[in-house]
């Protein structure tokens, strides 16, 4: 009966829409206790159930019900929304560790719910990323078992999905503490790999210890190798690690040494907000998260622009304008829907540094292309008399937007390069201003 109710309301939340102030008599303090906050949003349960029963979602400071308590789970994510569960998982060894029956909403701050796909069983989510961490059971076998044996133990293995769902990494994470598996710094995670049940007794931990430590980015990849016995991070894109030989016997641990990561995969301090935020918004393409302090090229810059373009109307570009020195995708795309024409006699220069003031021409007419023109205006930079005439009004426009500002001193440098982190945090800027 409890299900049957359950999945009624829910069903009832998704039909509606929006449920701005789902109000159960208001939120009463006495009523319910807090699980988890973020500001005036706060994860709750009633008062009248066991802790960790079911889960709802209340504003304290308007002391209204965004969400009832009617779920089993309830995980803060980025973005200002929150991921619920209906159904729960009976953990090993007590059941099987999964669940067919599993439902998954996204709520938003303002009570729109959505049902949303996810294959797995979700066990956490990273609150700053919304990354989100799925299990499975699995059998670990003891390592000098023959293959075929049942001499070992049952365990989880972990798969990572980002914060529009999608699969950074597949079921090889394996990790003993699942609030570590999903702690991300500096847009870096440690997690663990392949742990081995070891045969002996008095191996360090005993039986269920093991695996070696790597650390992955916001796309998954692998920036230090899985190799380590141990690994933590000092900060400033600097671990330390240590291997340990055999079974760790006294005398064979090897020394800690730290890794730097490479300057390159990191944006300025200025910058690093912007970029990981368009990391995560899966703006920036493959090719351009490393080396952000290098100017970036026409051609990178339309790939910028044509994936946030498609980004924001969800569909694809179908426009085509050809160049007879470029075959590139995305500056056909832009060049098929006017952001981009080209310099002059049918070419484009793909490969030519992008500098400031066509930075700033793309980025208009790319707010324009999107159905929101920029609104005239004057630059009022010191050095806009070296300014292409061509180029003055959508200084101004991008200036005034907030979108393109200057370098300081009051100087804009108009024929200056444009670095592909520069070219990153105006996107944000642009996306910020037309959402």
């Known amino acids: 009966m409890r299900k049957i109710l359950i999945g009624f309301l829910a069903a009832l939340l998704v039909l509606c829409g ?4 789902y109000a159960l008599d208001g939120y009463n303090p006495h009523d319910f206790y807090p699980h988890e906050s973020k500001g005036d949003i706060s994860i709750v349960c009633p008062n009248d159930q066991m802790p960790g029963e079911m889960y709802g979602l209340v504003n304290t400071a308007t002391r209204e019900v965004i969400a009832p308590c009617v779920y089993d789970a309830m995980y803060f994510m980025s973005g200002g929304k929150v991921l619920a569960v209906q159904g729960k998982v009976i953990p090993l060894p007590f059941g099987t560790g999964e669940a067919d029956d599993l439902q998954y909403f996204e709520i938003d701050y303002n009570g729109r719910v959505t049902p949303v796909h996810i294959d797995g069983n979700v066990c956490g989510v990273d609150p700053e990323t919304g990354y989100i961490i799925l299990s499975k059971p699995k059998f ?74 790597g650390v992955i980015d916001l796309t998954g990849t692998f920036v230090i190798p899985p190799e380590y016995n141990m690994l933590q991070y000092l900060g400033n894109g600097i671990f330390e690690a240590r291997t340990i030989a055999g079974n760790g016997a006294p005398g064979q641990d090897g020394p800690f040494i730290t890794i730097p990561l490479h300057p390159s995969k990191w944006p300025s301090g200025w910058a690093q907000a912007a970029v990981e935020s368009a990391l995560l918004q899966r703006l920036v393409p493959v090719n351009l ?6 100017p970036i090229t026409r051609a990178e810059f339309c790939a910028l622009a044509g994936t946030l373009y498609e980004k924001i109307t969800g569909d694809a570009i179908e426009a085509r304008m050809t160049f007879t020195d470029c075959s590139d995708a995305w500056v056909e795309k832009l060049g098929g829907i006017g952001v981009v024409s080209g310099t002059g006699n049918g070419a484009f220069s793909p490969d030519a540094p992008l500098n400031r ?32 005439d061509w180029a003055l009004p959508a200084i101004g426009q991008t200036q005034a937007a907030g979108i393109l500002n200057g370098i300081g001193n009051n100087l804009f440098a108009p024929k200056a390069t444009y670095t592909r982190e520069q070219s990153i945090v105006t996107m944000v800027n642009l996306s910020a201003f037309l959402q």
């Open 357 to 388: 003031e066509q930075a700033a021409v793309i980025l208009a007419n790319l707010s324009a292309a999107l159905g929101q023109p920029l609104a005239a205006a004057s630059a009022n930079f010191a050095d806009t008399a070296s300014a292409a």
């Open 18 to 21: 929006t449920m701005s102030a």
């Open 289 to 294: 998260q490393s080396d952000y302090t290098k």
């Open 140 to 213: 670990f076998p003891h390592f000098q078992a023959p293959a075929d044996a049942s001499d070992g133990v049952w365990g989880y293995v972990y798969a990572l999905l980002d914060n529009h769902y999608q699969p950074v990494v597949d079921y090889i994470l394996d990790q003993a503490h699942l609030h570590r598996v999903l702690e991300f710094r500096d847009g870096m995670a440690v997690i663990r790999t392949g742990r081995t049940f070891w045969a002996s007794s008095d191996a360090p931990g005993g039986i269920g210890t093991g695996g070696l430590f």
